[in-house]
């Protein structure tokens, strides 16, 4: 069974211009796919949970972790990225 | 399968970033047996060896698994077999501490436990030789915690090993005077001690284990807290129904952890521990848990009922998270590692005896406490007496790792840094009881202990 590796991003921080379209560069550049997105702003604070397919042999967390780390220092947002199974194990039985 | 979604992700993040939600250990168990020898310079090679390299990866690991799940692996520990039971054939079992020492270095891990007799019964000679060397191998030593095990509900309590546990607890303390008796944080006196227990000081790889498996320890009193301020003046049930869900999902975490270290070391599963474990940390605390539950202090009377109820619904919580549940399983109440502890202490609302009746119904027992430095040892040994005579009496595991600080006396405060805190010295009943630790001998295991 090829089970699908699935990862969480979550961004959170002041609102600017360009967040999602930097995030989601840096996933298409390496080869995750965006399965679910949802995104509010509650006054002036963005807030962002995206999950995306990671299972592409192209597609390393490790990579991804350290590109999205830089970004997060280069726009002063956090963003987190962590595999799924962490959200599974604590939400389903 | 559900897709997770948007409310329970903020919930776990919540968690890690202001309830301290971690998983306080990855312990490896690494046997022994294989490395005996009567020669002392290749027992000391063989056990460096032997753990150098089946716990190579190990930290490696714990930190990959930490980033990828995004909870953090707070320590990285081995436990291994009692070394009085691989050091029969050789003189000076302190060479072996050093030796043990020196791997934990090598590896990287935080603490190594299982400098440890078991004696529960009656002692052998190395038995004998490890309990008089422990002052001088914790001195001599920077990561290594020793454990012993006095007593048992089948066998009794050894009281020739209280009595010389009372002299080594003495000792140690004053080998490691100049760091305020910090051996003693890591020498744990043991009644009905497990062979699974990942956390220290108390760890040791016992003989009925197999060659090498990974346990994890959880954490997370701050979670339990803040779930519990949600249901304020709530009654019990509730407060009962909200300690096991969160309990729930800490396992679940501790379970995936596990799961992942057995898979990528390639060494089998051994158990969680469910053990709610705090830490100096502001917000990482049991006893506000307690206080919480509408006690103005840790230590109020109304302490012991607050705590049966956490640890009974902590256990049902997590029972059913994990394939295997083992170790110490339950609440522990450290007094120097838990920040709600140290002001209950300091407050004075926390005596030695309220401590004690506290551990009759939670995890273990009198855990990180300074006591003063001119205690006598036959006082430490009846402390010792006691506590096992609860764990003997009840059927559980009961310890005592008290620090009597050389110099202060109480009201002062003892420094251990990092994970093992502070703690203000709190007084002991200054009666003695020499007359009694002196008889020796065994008290017979209680009638309940023919269950057969």
């Known amino acids: 069974m090829n089970e699908m590796k699935k990862a969480v991003i979550s961004v959170l921080g002041t609102d600017r211009k360009g967040i999602i379209a930097q995030v989601s560069r840096i996933l298409y550049e390496n080869d995750a796919n965006i399965l679910d997105i949802s995104q509010t702003i509650v006054s002036g604070l963005f807030s962002m949970i995206l999950i995306a397919d990671i299972s592409s042999e192209a597609c390393s967390f490790d990579a991804l972790k350290t590109e999205l780390d830089a970004l997060s220092d280069r726009i002063s947002v956090q963003i987190r990225i962590q595999r799924s199974e962490i959200f599974e194990a604590m939400h389903q039985i | 399968m559900h897709m997770i979604n948007t409310s329970e992700i903020l919930e776990t993040l919540q968690m890690i970033d202001h309830q301290k939600l971690d ?26 060896d032997r753990i150098t390299r089946q716990a190579e990866r190990l930290v490696q690991v714990g930190r990959d698994i930490e980033r990828e799940i995004g909870v953090p692996i707070v320590n990285k520990r081995i436990s291994v077999t009692p070394a009085a039971l691989i050091t029969g054939a050789i003189k000076n079992p302190v060479k072996v501490a050093k030796a043990l020492d020196d791997a934990a270095k090598a590896t990287g891990v935080d603490f190594i436990g299982g400098y440890s007799a078991l004696v529960h019964k009656a002692m052998t000679e190395a038995d004998r030789r490890l309990i008089e060397s422990i002052p001088e191998a914790l001195s001599v030593t920077d990561f290594l915690c020793s454990s012993v095990n006095v007593g048992s509900t089948r066998a009794g309590i050894n009281m020739d090993a209280v009595r010389l546990m009372g002299e080594a607890v ?40 197999g060659d090498c498996a990974v346990s994890v320890g959880v954490s997370g009193p701050g979670v339990v807290k803040v779930a519990l301020e949600k249901v304020k003046d709530a ?73 049966a109820l956490l640890n009974d619904a902590v256990k049902k919580g997590g029972v059913m998270a994990s394939s295997h549940v083992g170790g110490l399983s339950g609440a522990f109440i ?119």
């Open chain 2, 23 to 48: 998983v306080r250990t990855i312990t490896m168990g690494v046997s022994l047996f294989n490395c005996v020898t009567d020669d002392e310079k290749k027992l000391c090679n063989n056990v460096y």
């Open chain 2, 170 to 209: 003495k000792h140690t303390a004053l080998a490691t005077a100049d760091n305020g008796g910090l051996g003693c944080a890591k020498l744990v006196v043991f009644c009905n001690a497990v062979e699974d227990n990942p956390f220290m000081a108390g760890a040791f790889y016992g003989p009925g284990e």
């Open chain 2, 235 to 307: 009654p019990f049930d509730e407060v009962a129904e909200t300690i096991k869900r969160t309990a729930f999902q800490i396992t679940r975490v501790g379970q995936l952890v596990a799961r992942e270290a057995s898979r990528r070391l390639g060494v089998p599963f051994g158990i969680v521990d469910l053990s709610l474990a705090p830490t100096p940390a502001v917000g990482d605390s049991v006893a506000a848990i307690l206080e919480e539950m509408g006690l103005e202090v840790c230590g109020a009377h109304g302490t012991t009922a607050a705590l």
């Open chain 2, 334 to 452: 450290p007094v120097s590692e838990d920040i709600g502890m140290i002001q209950a202490a300091q407050r004075g609302a926390l005596s030695l005896e309220k401590l004690e009746a506290m551990t009759c119904v939670c995890s273990v027992g009198l855990d990180m406490i300074a006591i003063p430095g001119d205690t006598p040892a036959e006082t430490i040994a009846a402390i010792i007496a006691d506590e096992a005579a609860i764990g003997m009496v009840n059927n559980k595991t009961t310890a005592v790792r008290v620090i009597p600080a050389p110099g202060k006396v109480v009201g002062d405060n003892v420094e251990f840094g990092g994970l093992l805190g502070h703690a203000p010295v709190i007084p002991v009943r200054p009666f003695s009881a020499e007359p009694f630790i002196r008889r020796g001998g065994r008290i017979p295991a209680p009638l309940h202990s023919l269950r057969n």
